[in-house]
């Protein structure tokens, strides 16, 4: 009561005042608390409710992203976040992106119709064929029947690409003698947006797999966790780079000993950090073992890797663990002094 004396003395300006008048002032403040609270109450739920449908809207957005993401369809993810734009991240083409993802289909699957293709990319098939018309008059796909495959335009930027590409230039004769000189499949490796890329490779006389490793060459992979090639390279790039590579790619498993635990991957990438030297013990496929050197320039950023790959039965421990890795070591020091010096003969 005497919140509500105080009130009346500032309302009537005396210490008392009849009872009458005291009663209305003190119903008045009490419906006005009421439906202040009412009003607060309305607010709060309100604003819970926003909170509640952004957060619900925020994780289908990541669900949905995930989804895309391990079927290799991710778009624009850091253009549009939770349907924000997000300033920080540079602008790309949506038509780009959508040729690009149709010529990635079209490759994955070695040729396709308008109407297969146009289910793969969730467009009609009219829109498909515009952007198959226009693909082809530039001769980056070509037709055959009803169905289109790849076209010549492809190879030659392909060509040009690797012809100038300093790492080839630096690395082919090498790769070639070490597999005259082991006889096994030597493999010069890049990385582009956390994917395994053939730059080049030899097969020496003794080399297994063949068949299986022309087919690597010709399809990009996301199994750098996998490979000792694919191990150098990450070794040779930040924690925080390396993350997002798994958060994007994922550590698929491909045998039973393929690494899948990001933090005992973070434990190898130390030790290879540590020798220099990358082993893929059956990591990728059951029966195969590879050891994998990064090639760094003069600043020590990586440029890629070099491996060489073959059976368990030709790979004794002394020979994997110690023998090979020192027969890298040198082909690498003499890529990187080629680099370094811009000495190319091949």
């Known amino acids: 009561m005497h919140r509500v004396e105080r009130i009346l003395q500032s309302v009537t300006g005396t210490s008392g005042g009849s009872r009458e008048e005291g009663n209305i002032i003190i119903i008045s403040y009490m419906s006005f608390l009421y439906e202040f609270d009412i009003i607060r109450r309305a607010f709060s739920s309100r604003r819970s409710l926003i909170r509640a449908i952004e957060s619900r809207r925020s994780r289908l957005h990541r669900k949905e992203t995930m989804a895309r993401r391990r079927?290799?369809?991710?778009?624009n993810d850091k253009w549009l976040r939770d349907g924000v734009a997000d300033m920080s991240a540079p602008r790309r083409l949506q038509t780009l992106e959508n040729a690009?993802?149709?010529?990635?289909?079209?490759?994955?699957?070695?040729?396709?119709?308008?109407?297969?293709?146009?289910?793969?990319?969730?467009?009609?098939?009219?829109?498909?064929h515009t952007y198959l018309s226009t693909l082809k008059a530039q001769g980056y796909i070509e037709q055959r029947g009803s169905e289109?495959?790849?076209?010549?335009?492809l190879l030659t930027h392909g060509e040009y690409y690797r012809n100038k590409n300093l790492l080839f230039r630096a690395g082919k004769k090498e790769v070639e003698q070490l597999a005259t000189d082991t006889g096994e499949c030597i493999h010069l490796i890049i990385e582009h947006n956390?994917?395994?890329?053939?730059?080049?490779?030899?097969?020496?006389?003794?080399?297994?797999?063949?068949?299986?490793?022309?087919?690597?060459?010709?399809?990009?992979?996301?199994?750098?966790?996998?490979?000792?090639?694919?191990?150098?390279?990450?070794?040779?790039?930040?924690?925080?780079?390396?993350?997002?590579?798994i958060e994007t790619k994922g550590l698929e498993r491909q045998t039973p000993n393929t690494i899948t635990d990001p933090e005992e991957l973070f434990d190898e990438l130390d030790r290879i950090r540590e020798t220099g030297v990358a082993w893929n013990d059956e990591e990728e496929v059951v029966g195969i073992r590879a050891v994998g050197v990064a090639i760094t320039d003069a600043d020590g950023e990586v440029l890629g890797a070099i491996s060489l790959t073959a059976p368990t039965s030709r790979m004794a421990e002394d020979y994997f663990r110690e023998e090979l890795p020192q027969k890298l070591k040198k082909a690498v020091n003499i890529i990187e002094v080629k680099i370094e010096t811009n000495d190319f003969h091949y």
């Open 148 to 153: 289109y495959r790849l076209g010549p335009t």
């Open 100 to 128: 690009t993802e149709m010529i990635d289909h079209i490759r994955a699957a070695d040729g396709l119709a308008v109407t297969e293709l146009a289910e793969r990319v969730e467009m009609s098939p009219g829109t498909v």
């Open 194 to 245: 956390g994917e395994v890329i053939t730059l080049y490779d030899e097969f020496g006389t003794k080399a297994v797999g063949t068949k299986y490793h022309t087919h690597w060459r010709e399809e990009p992979k996301s199994y750098l966790h996998c490979i000792s090639a694919g191990k150098a390279i990450l070794a040779g790039m930040s924690d925080k780079e390396v993350w997002e590579i």
């Open 71 to 75: 079927h290799g369809r991710v778009r």
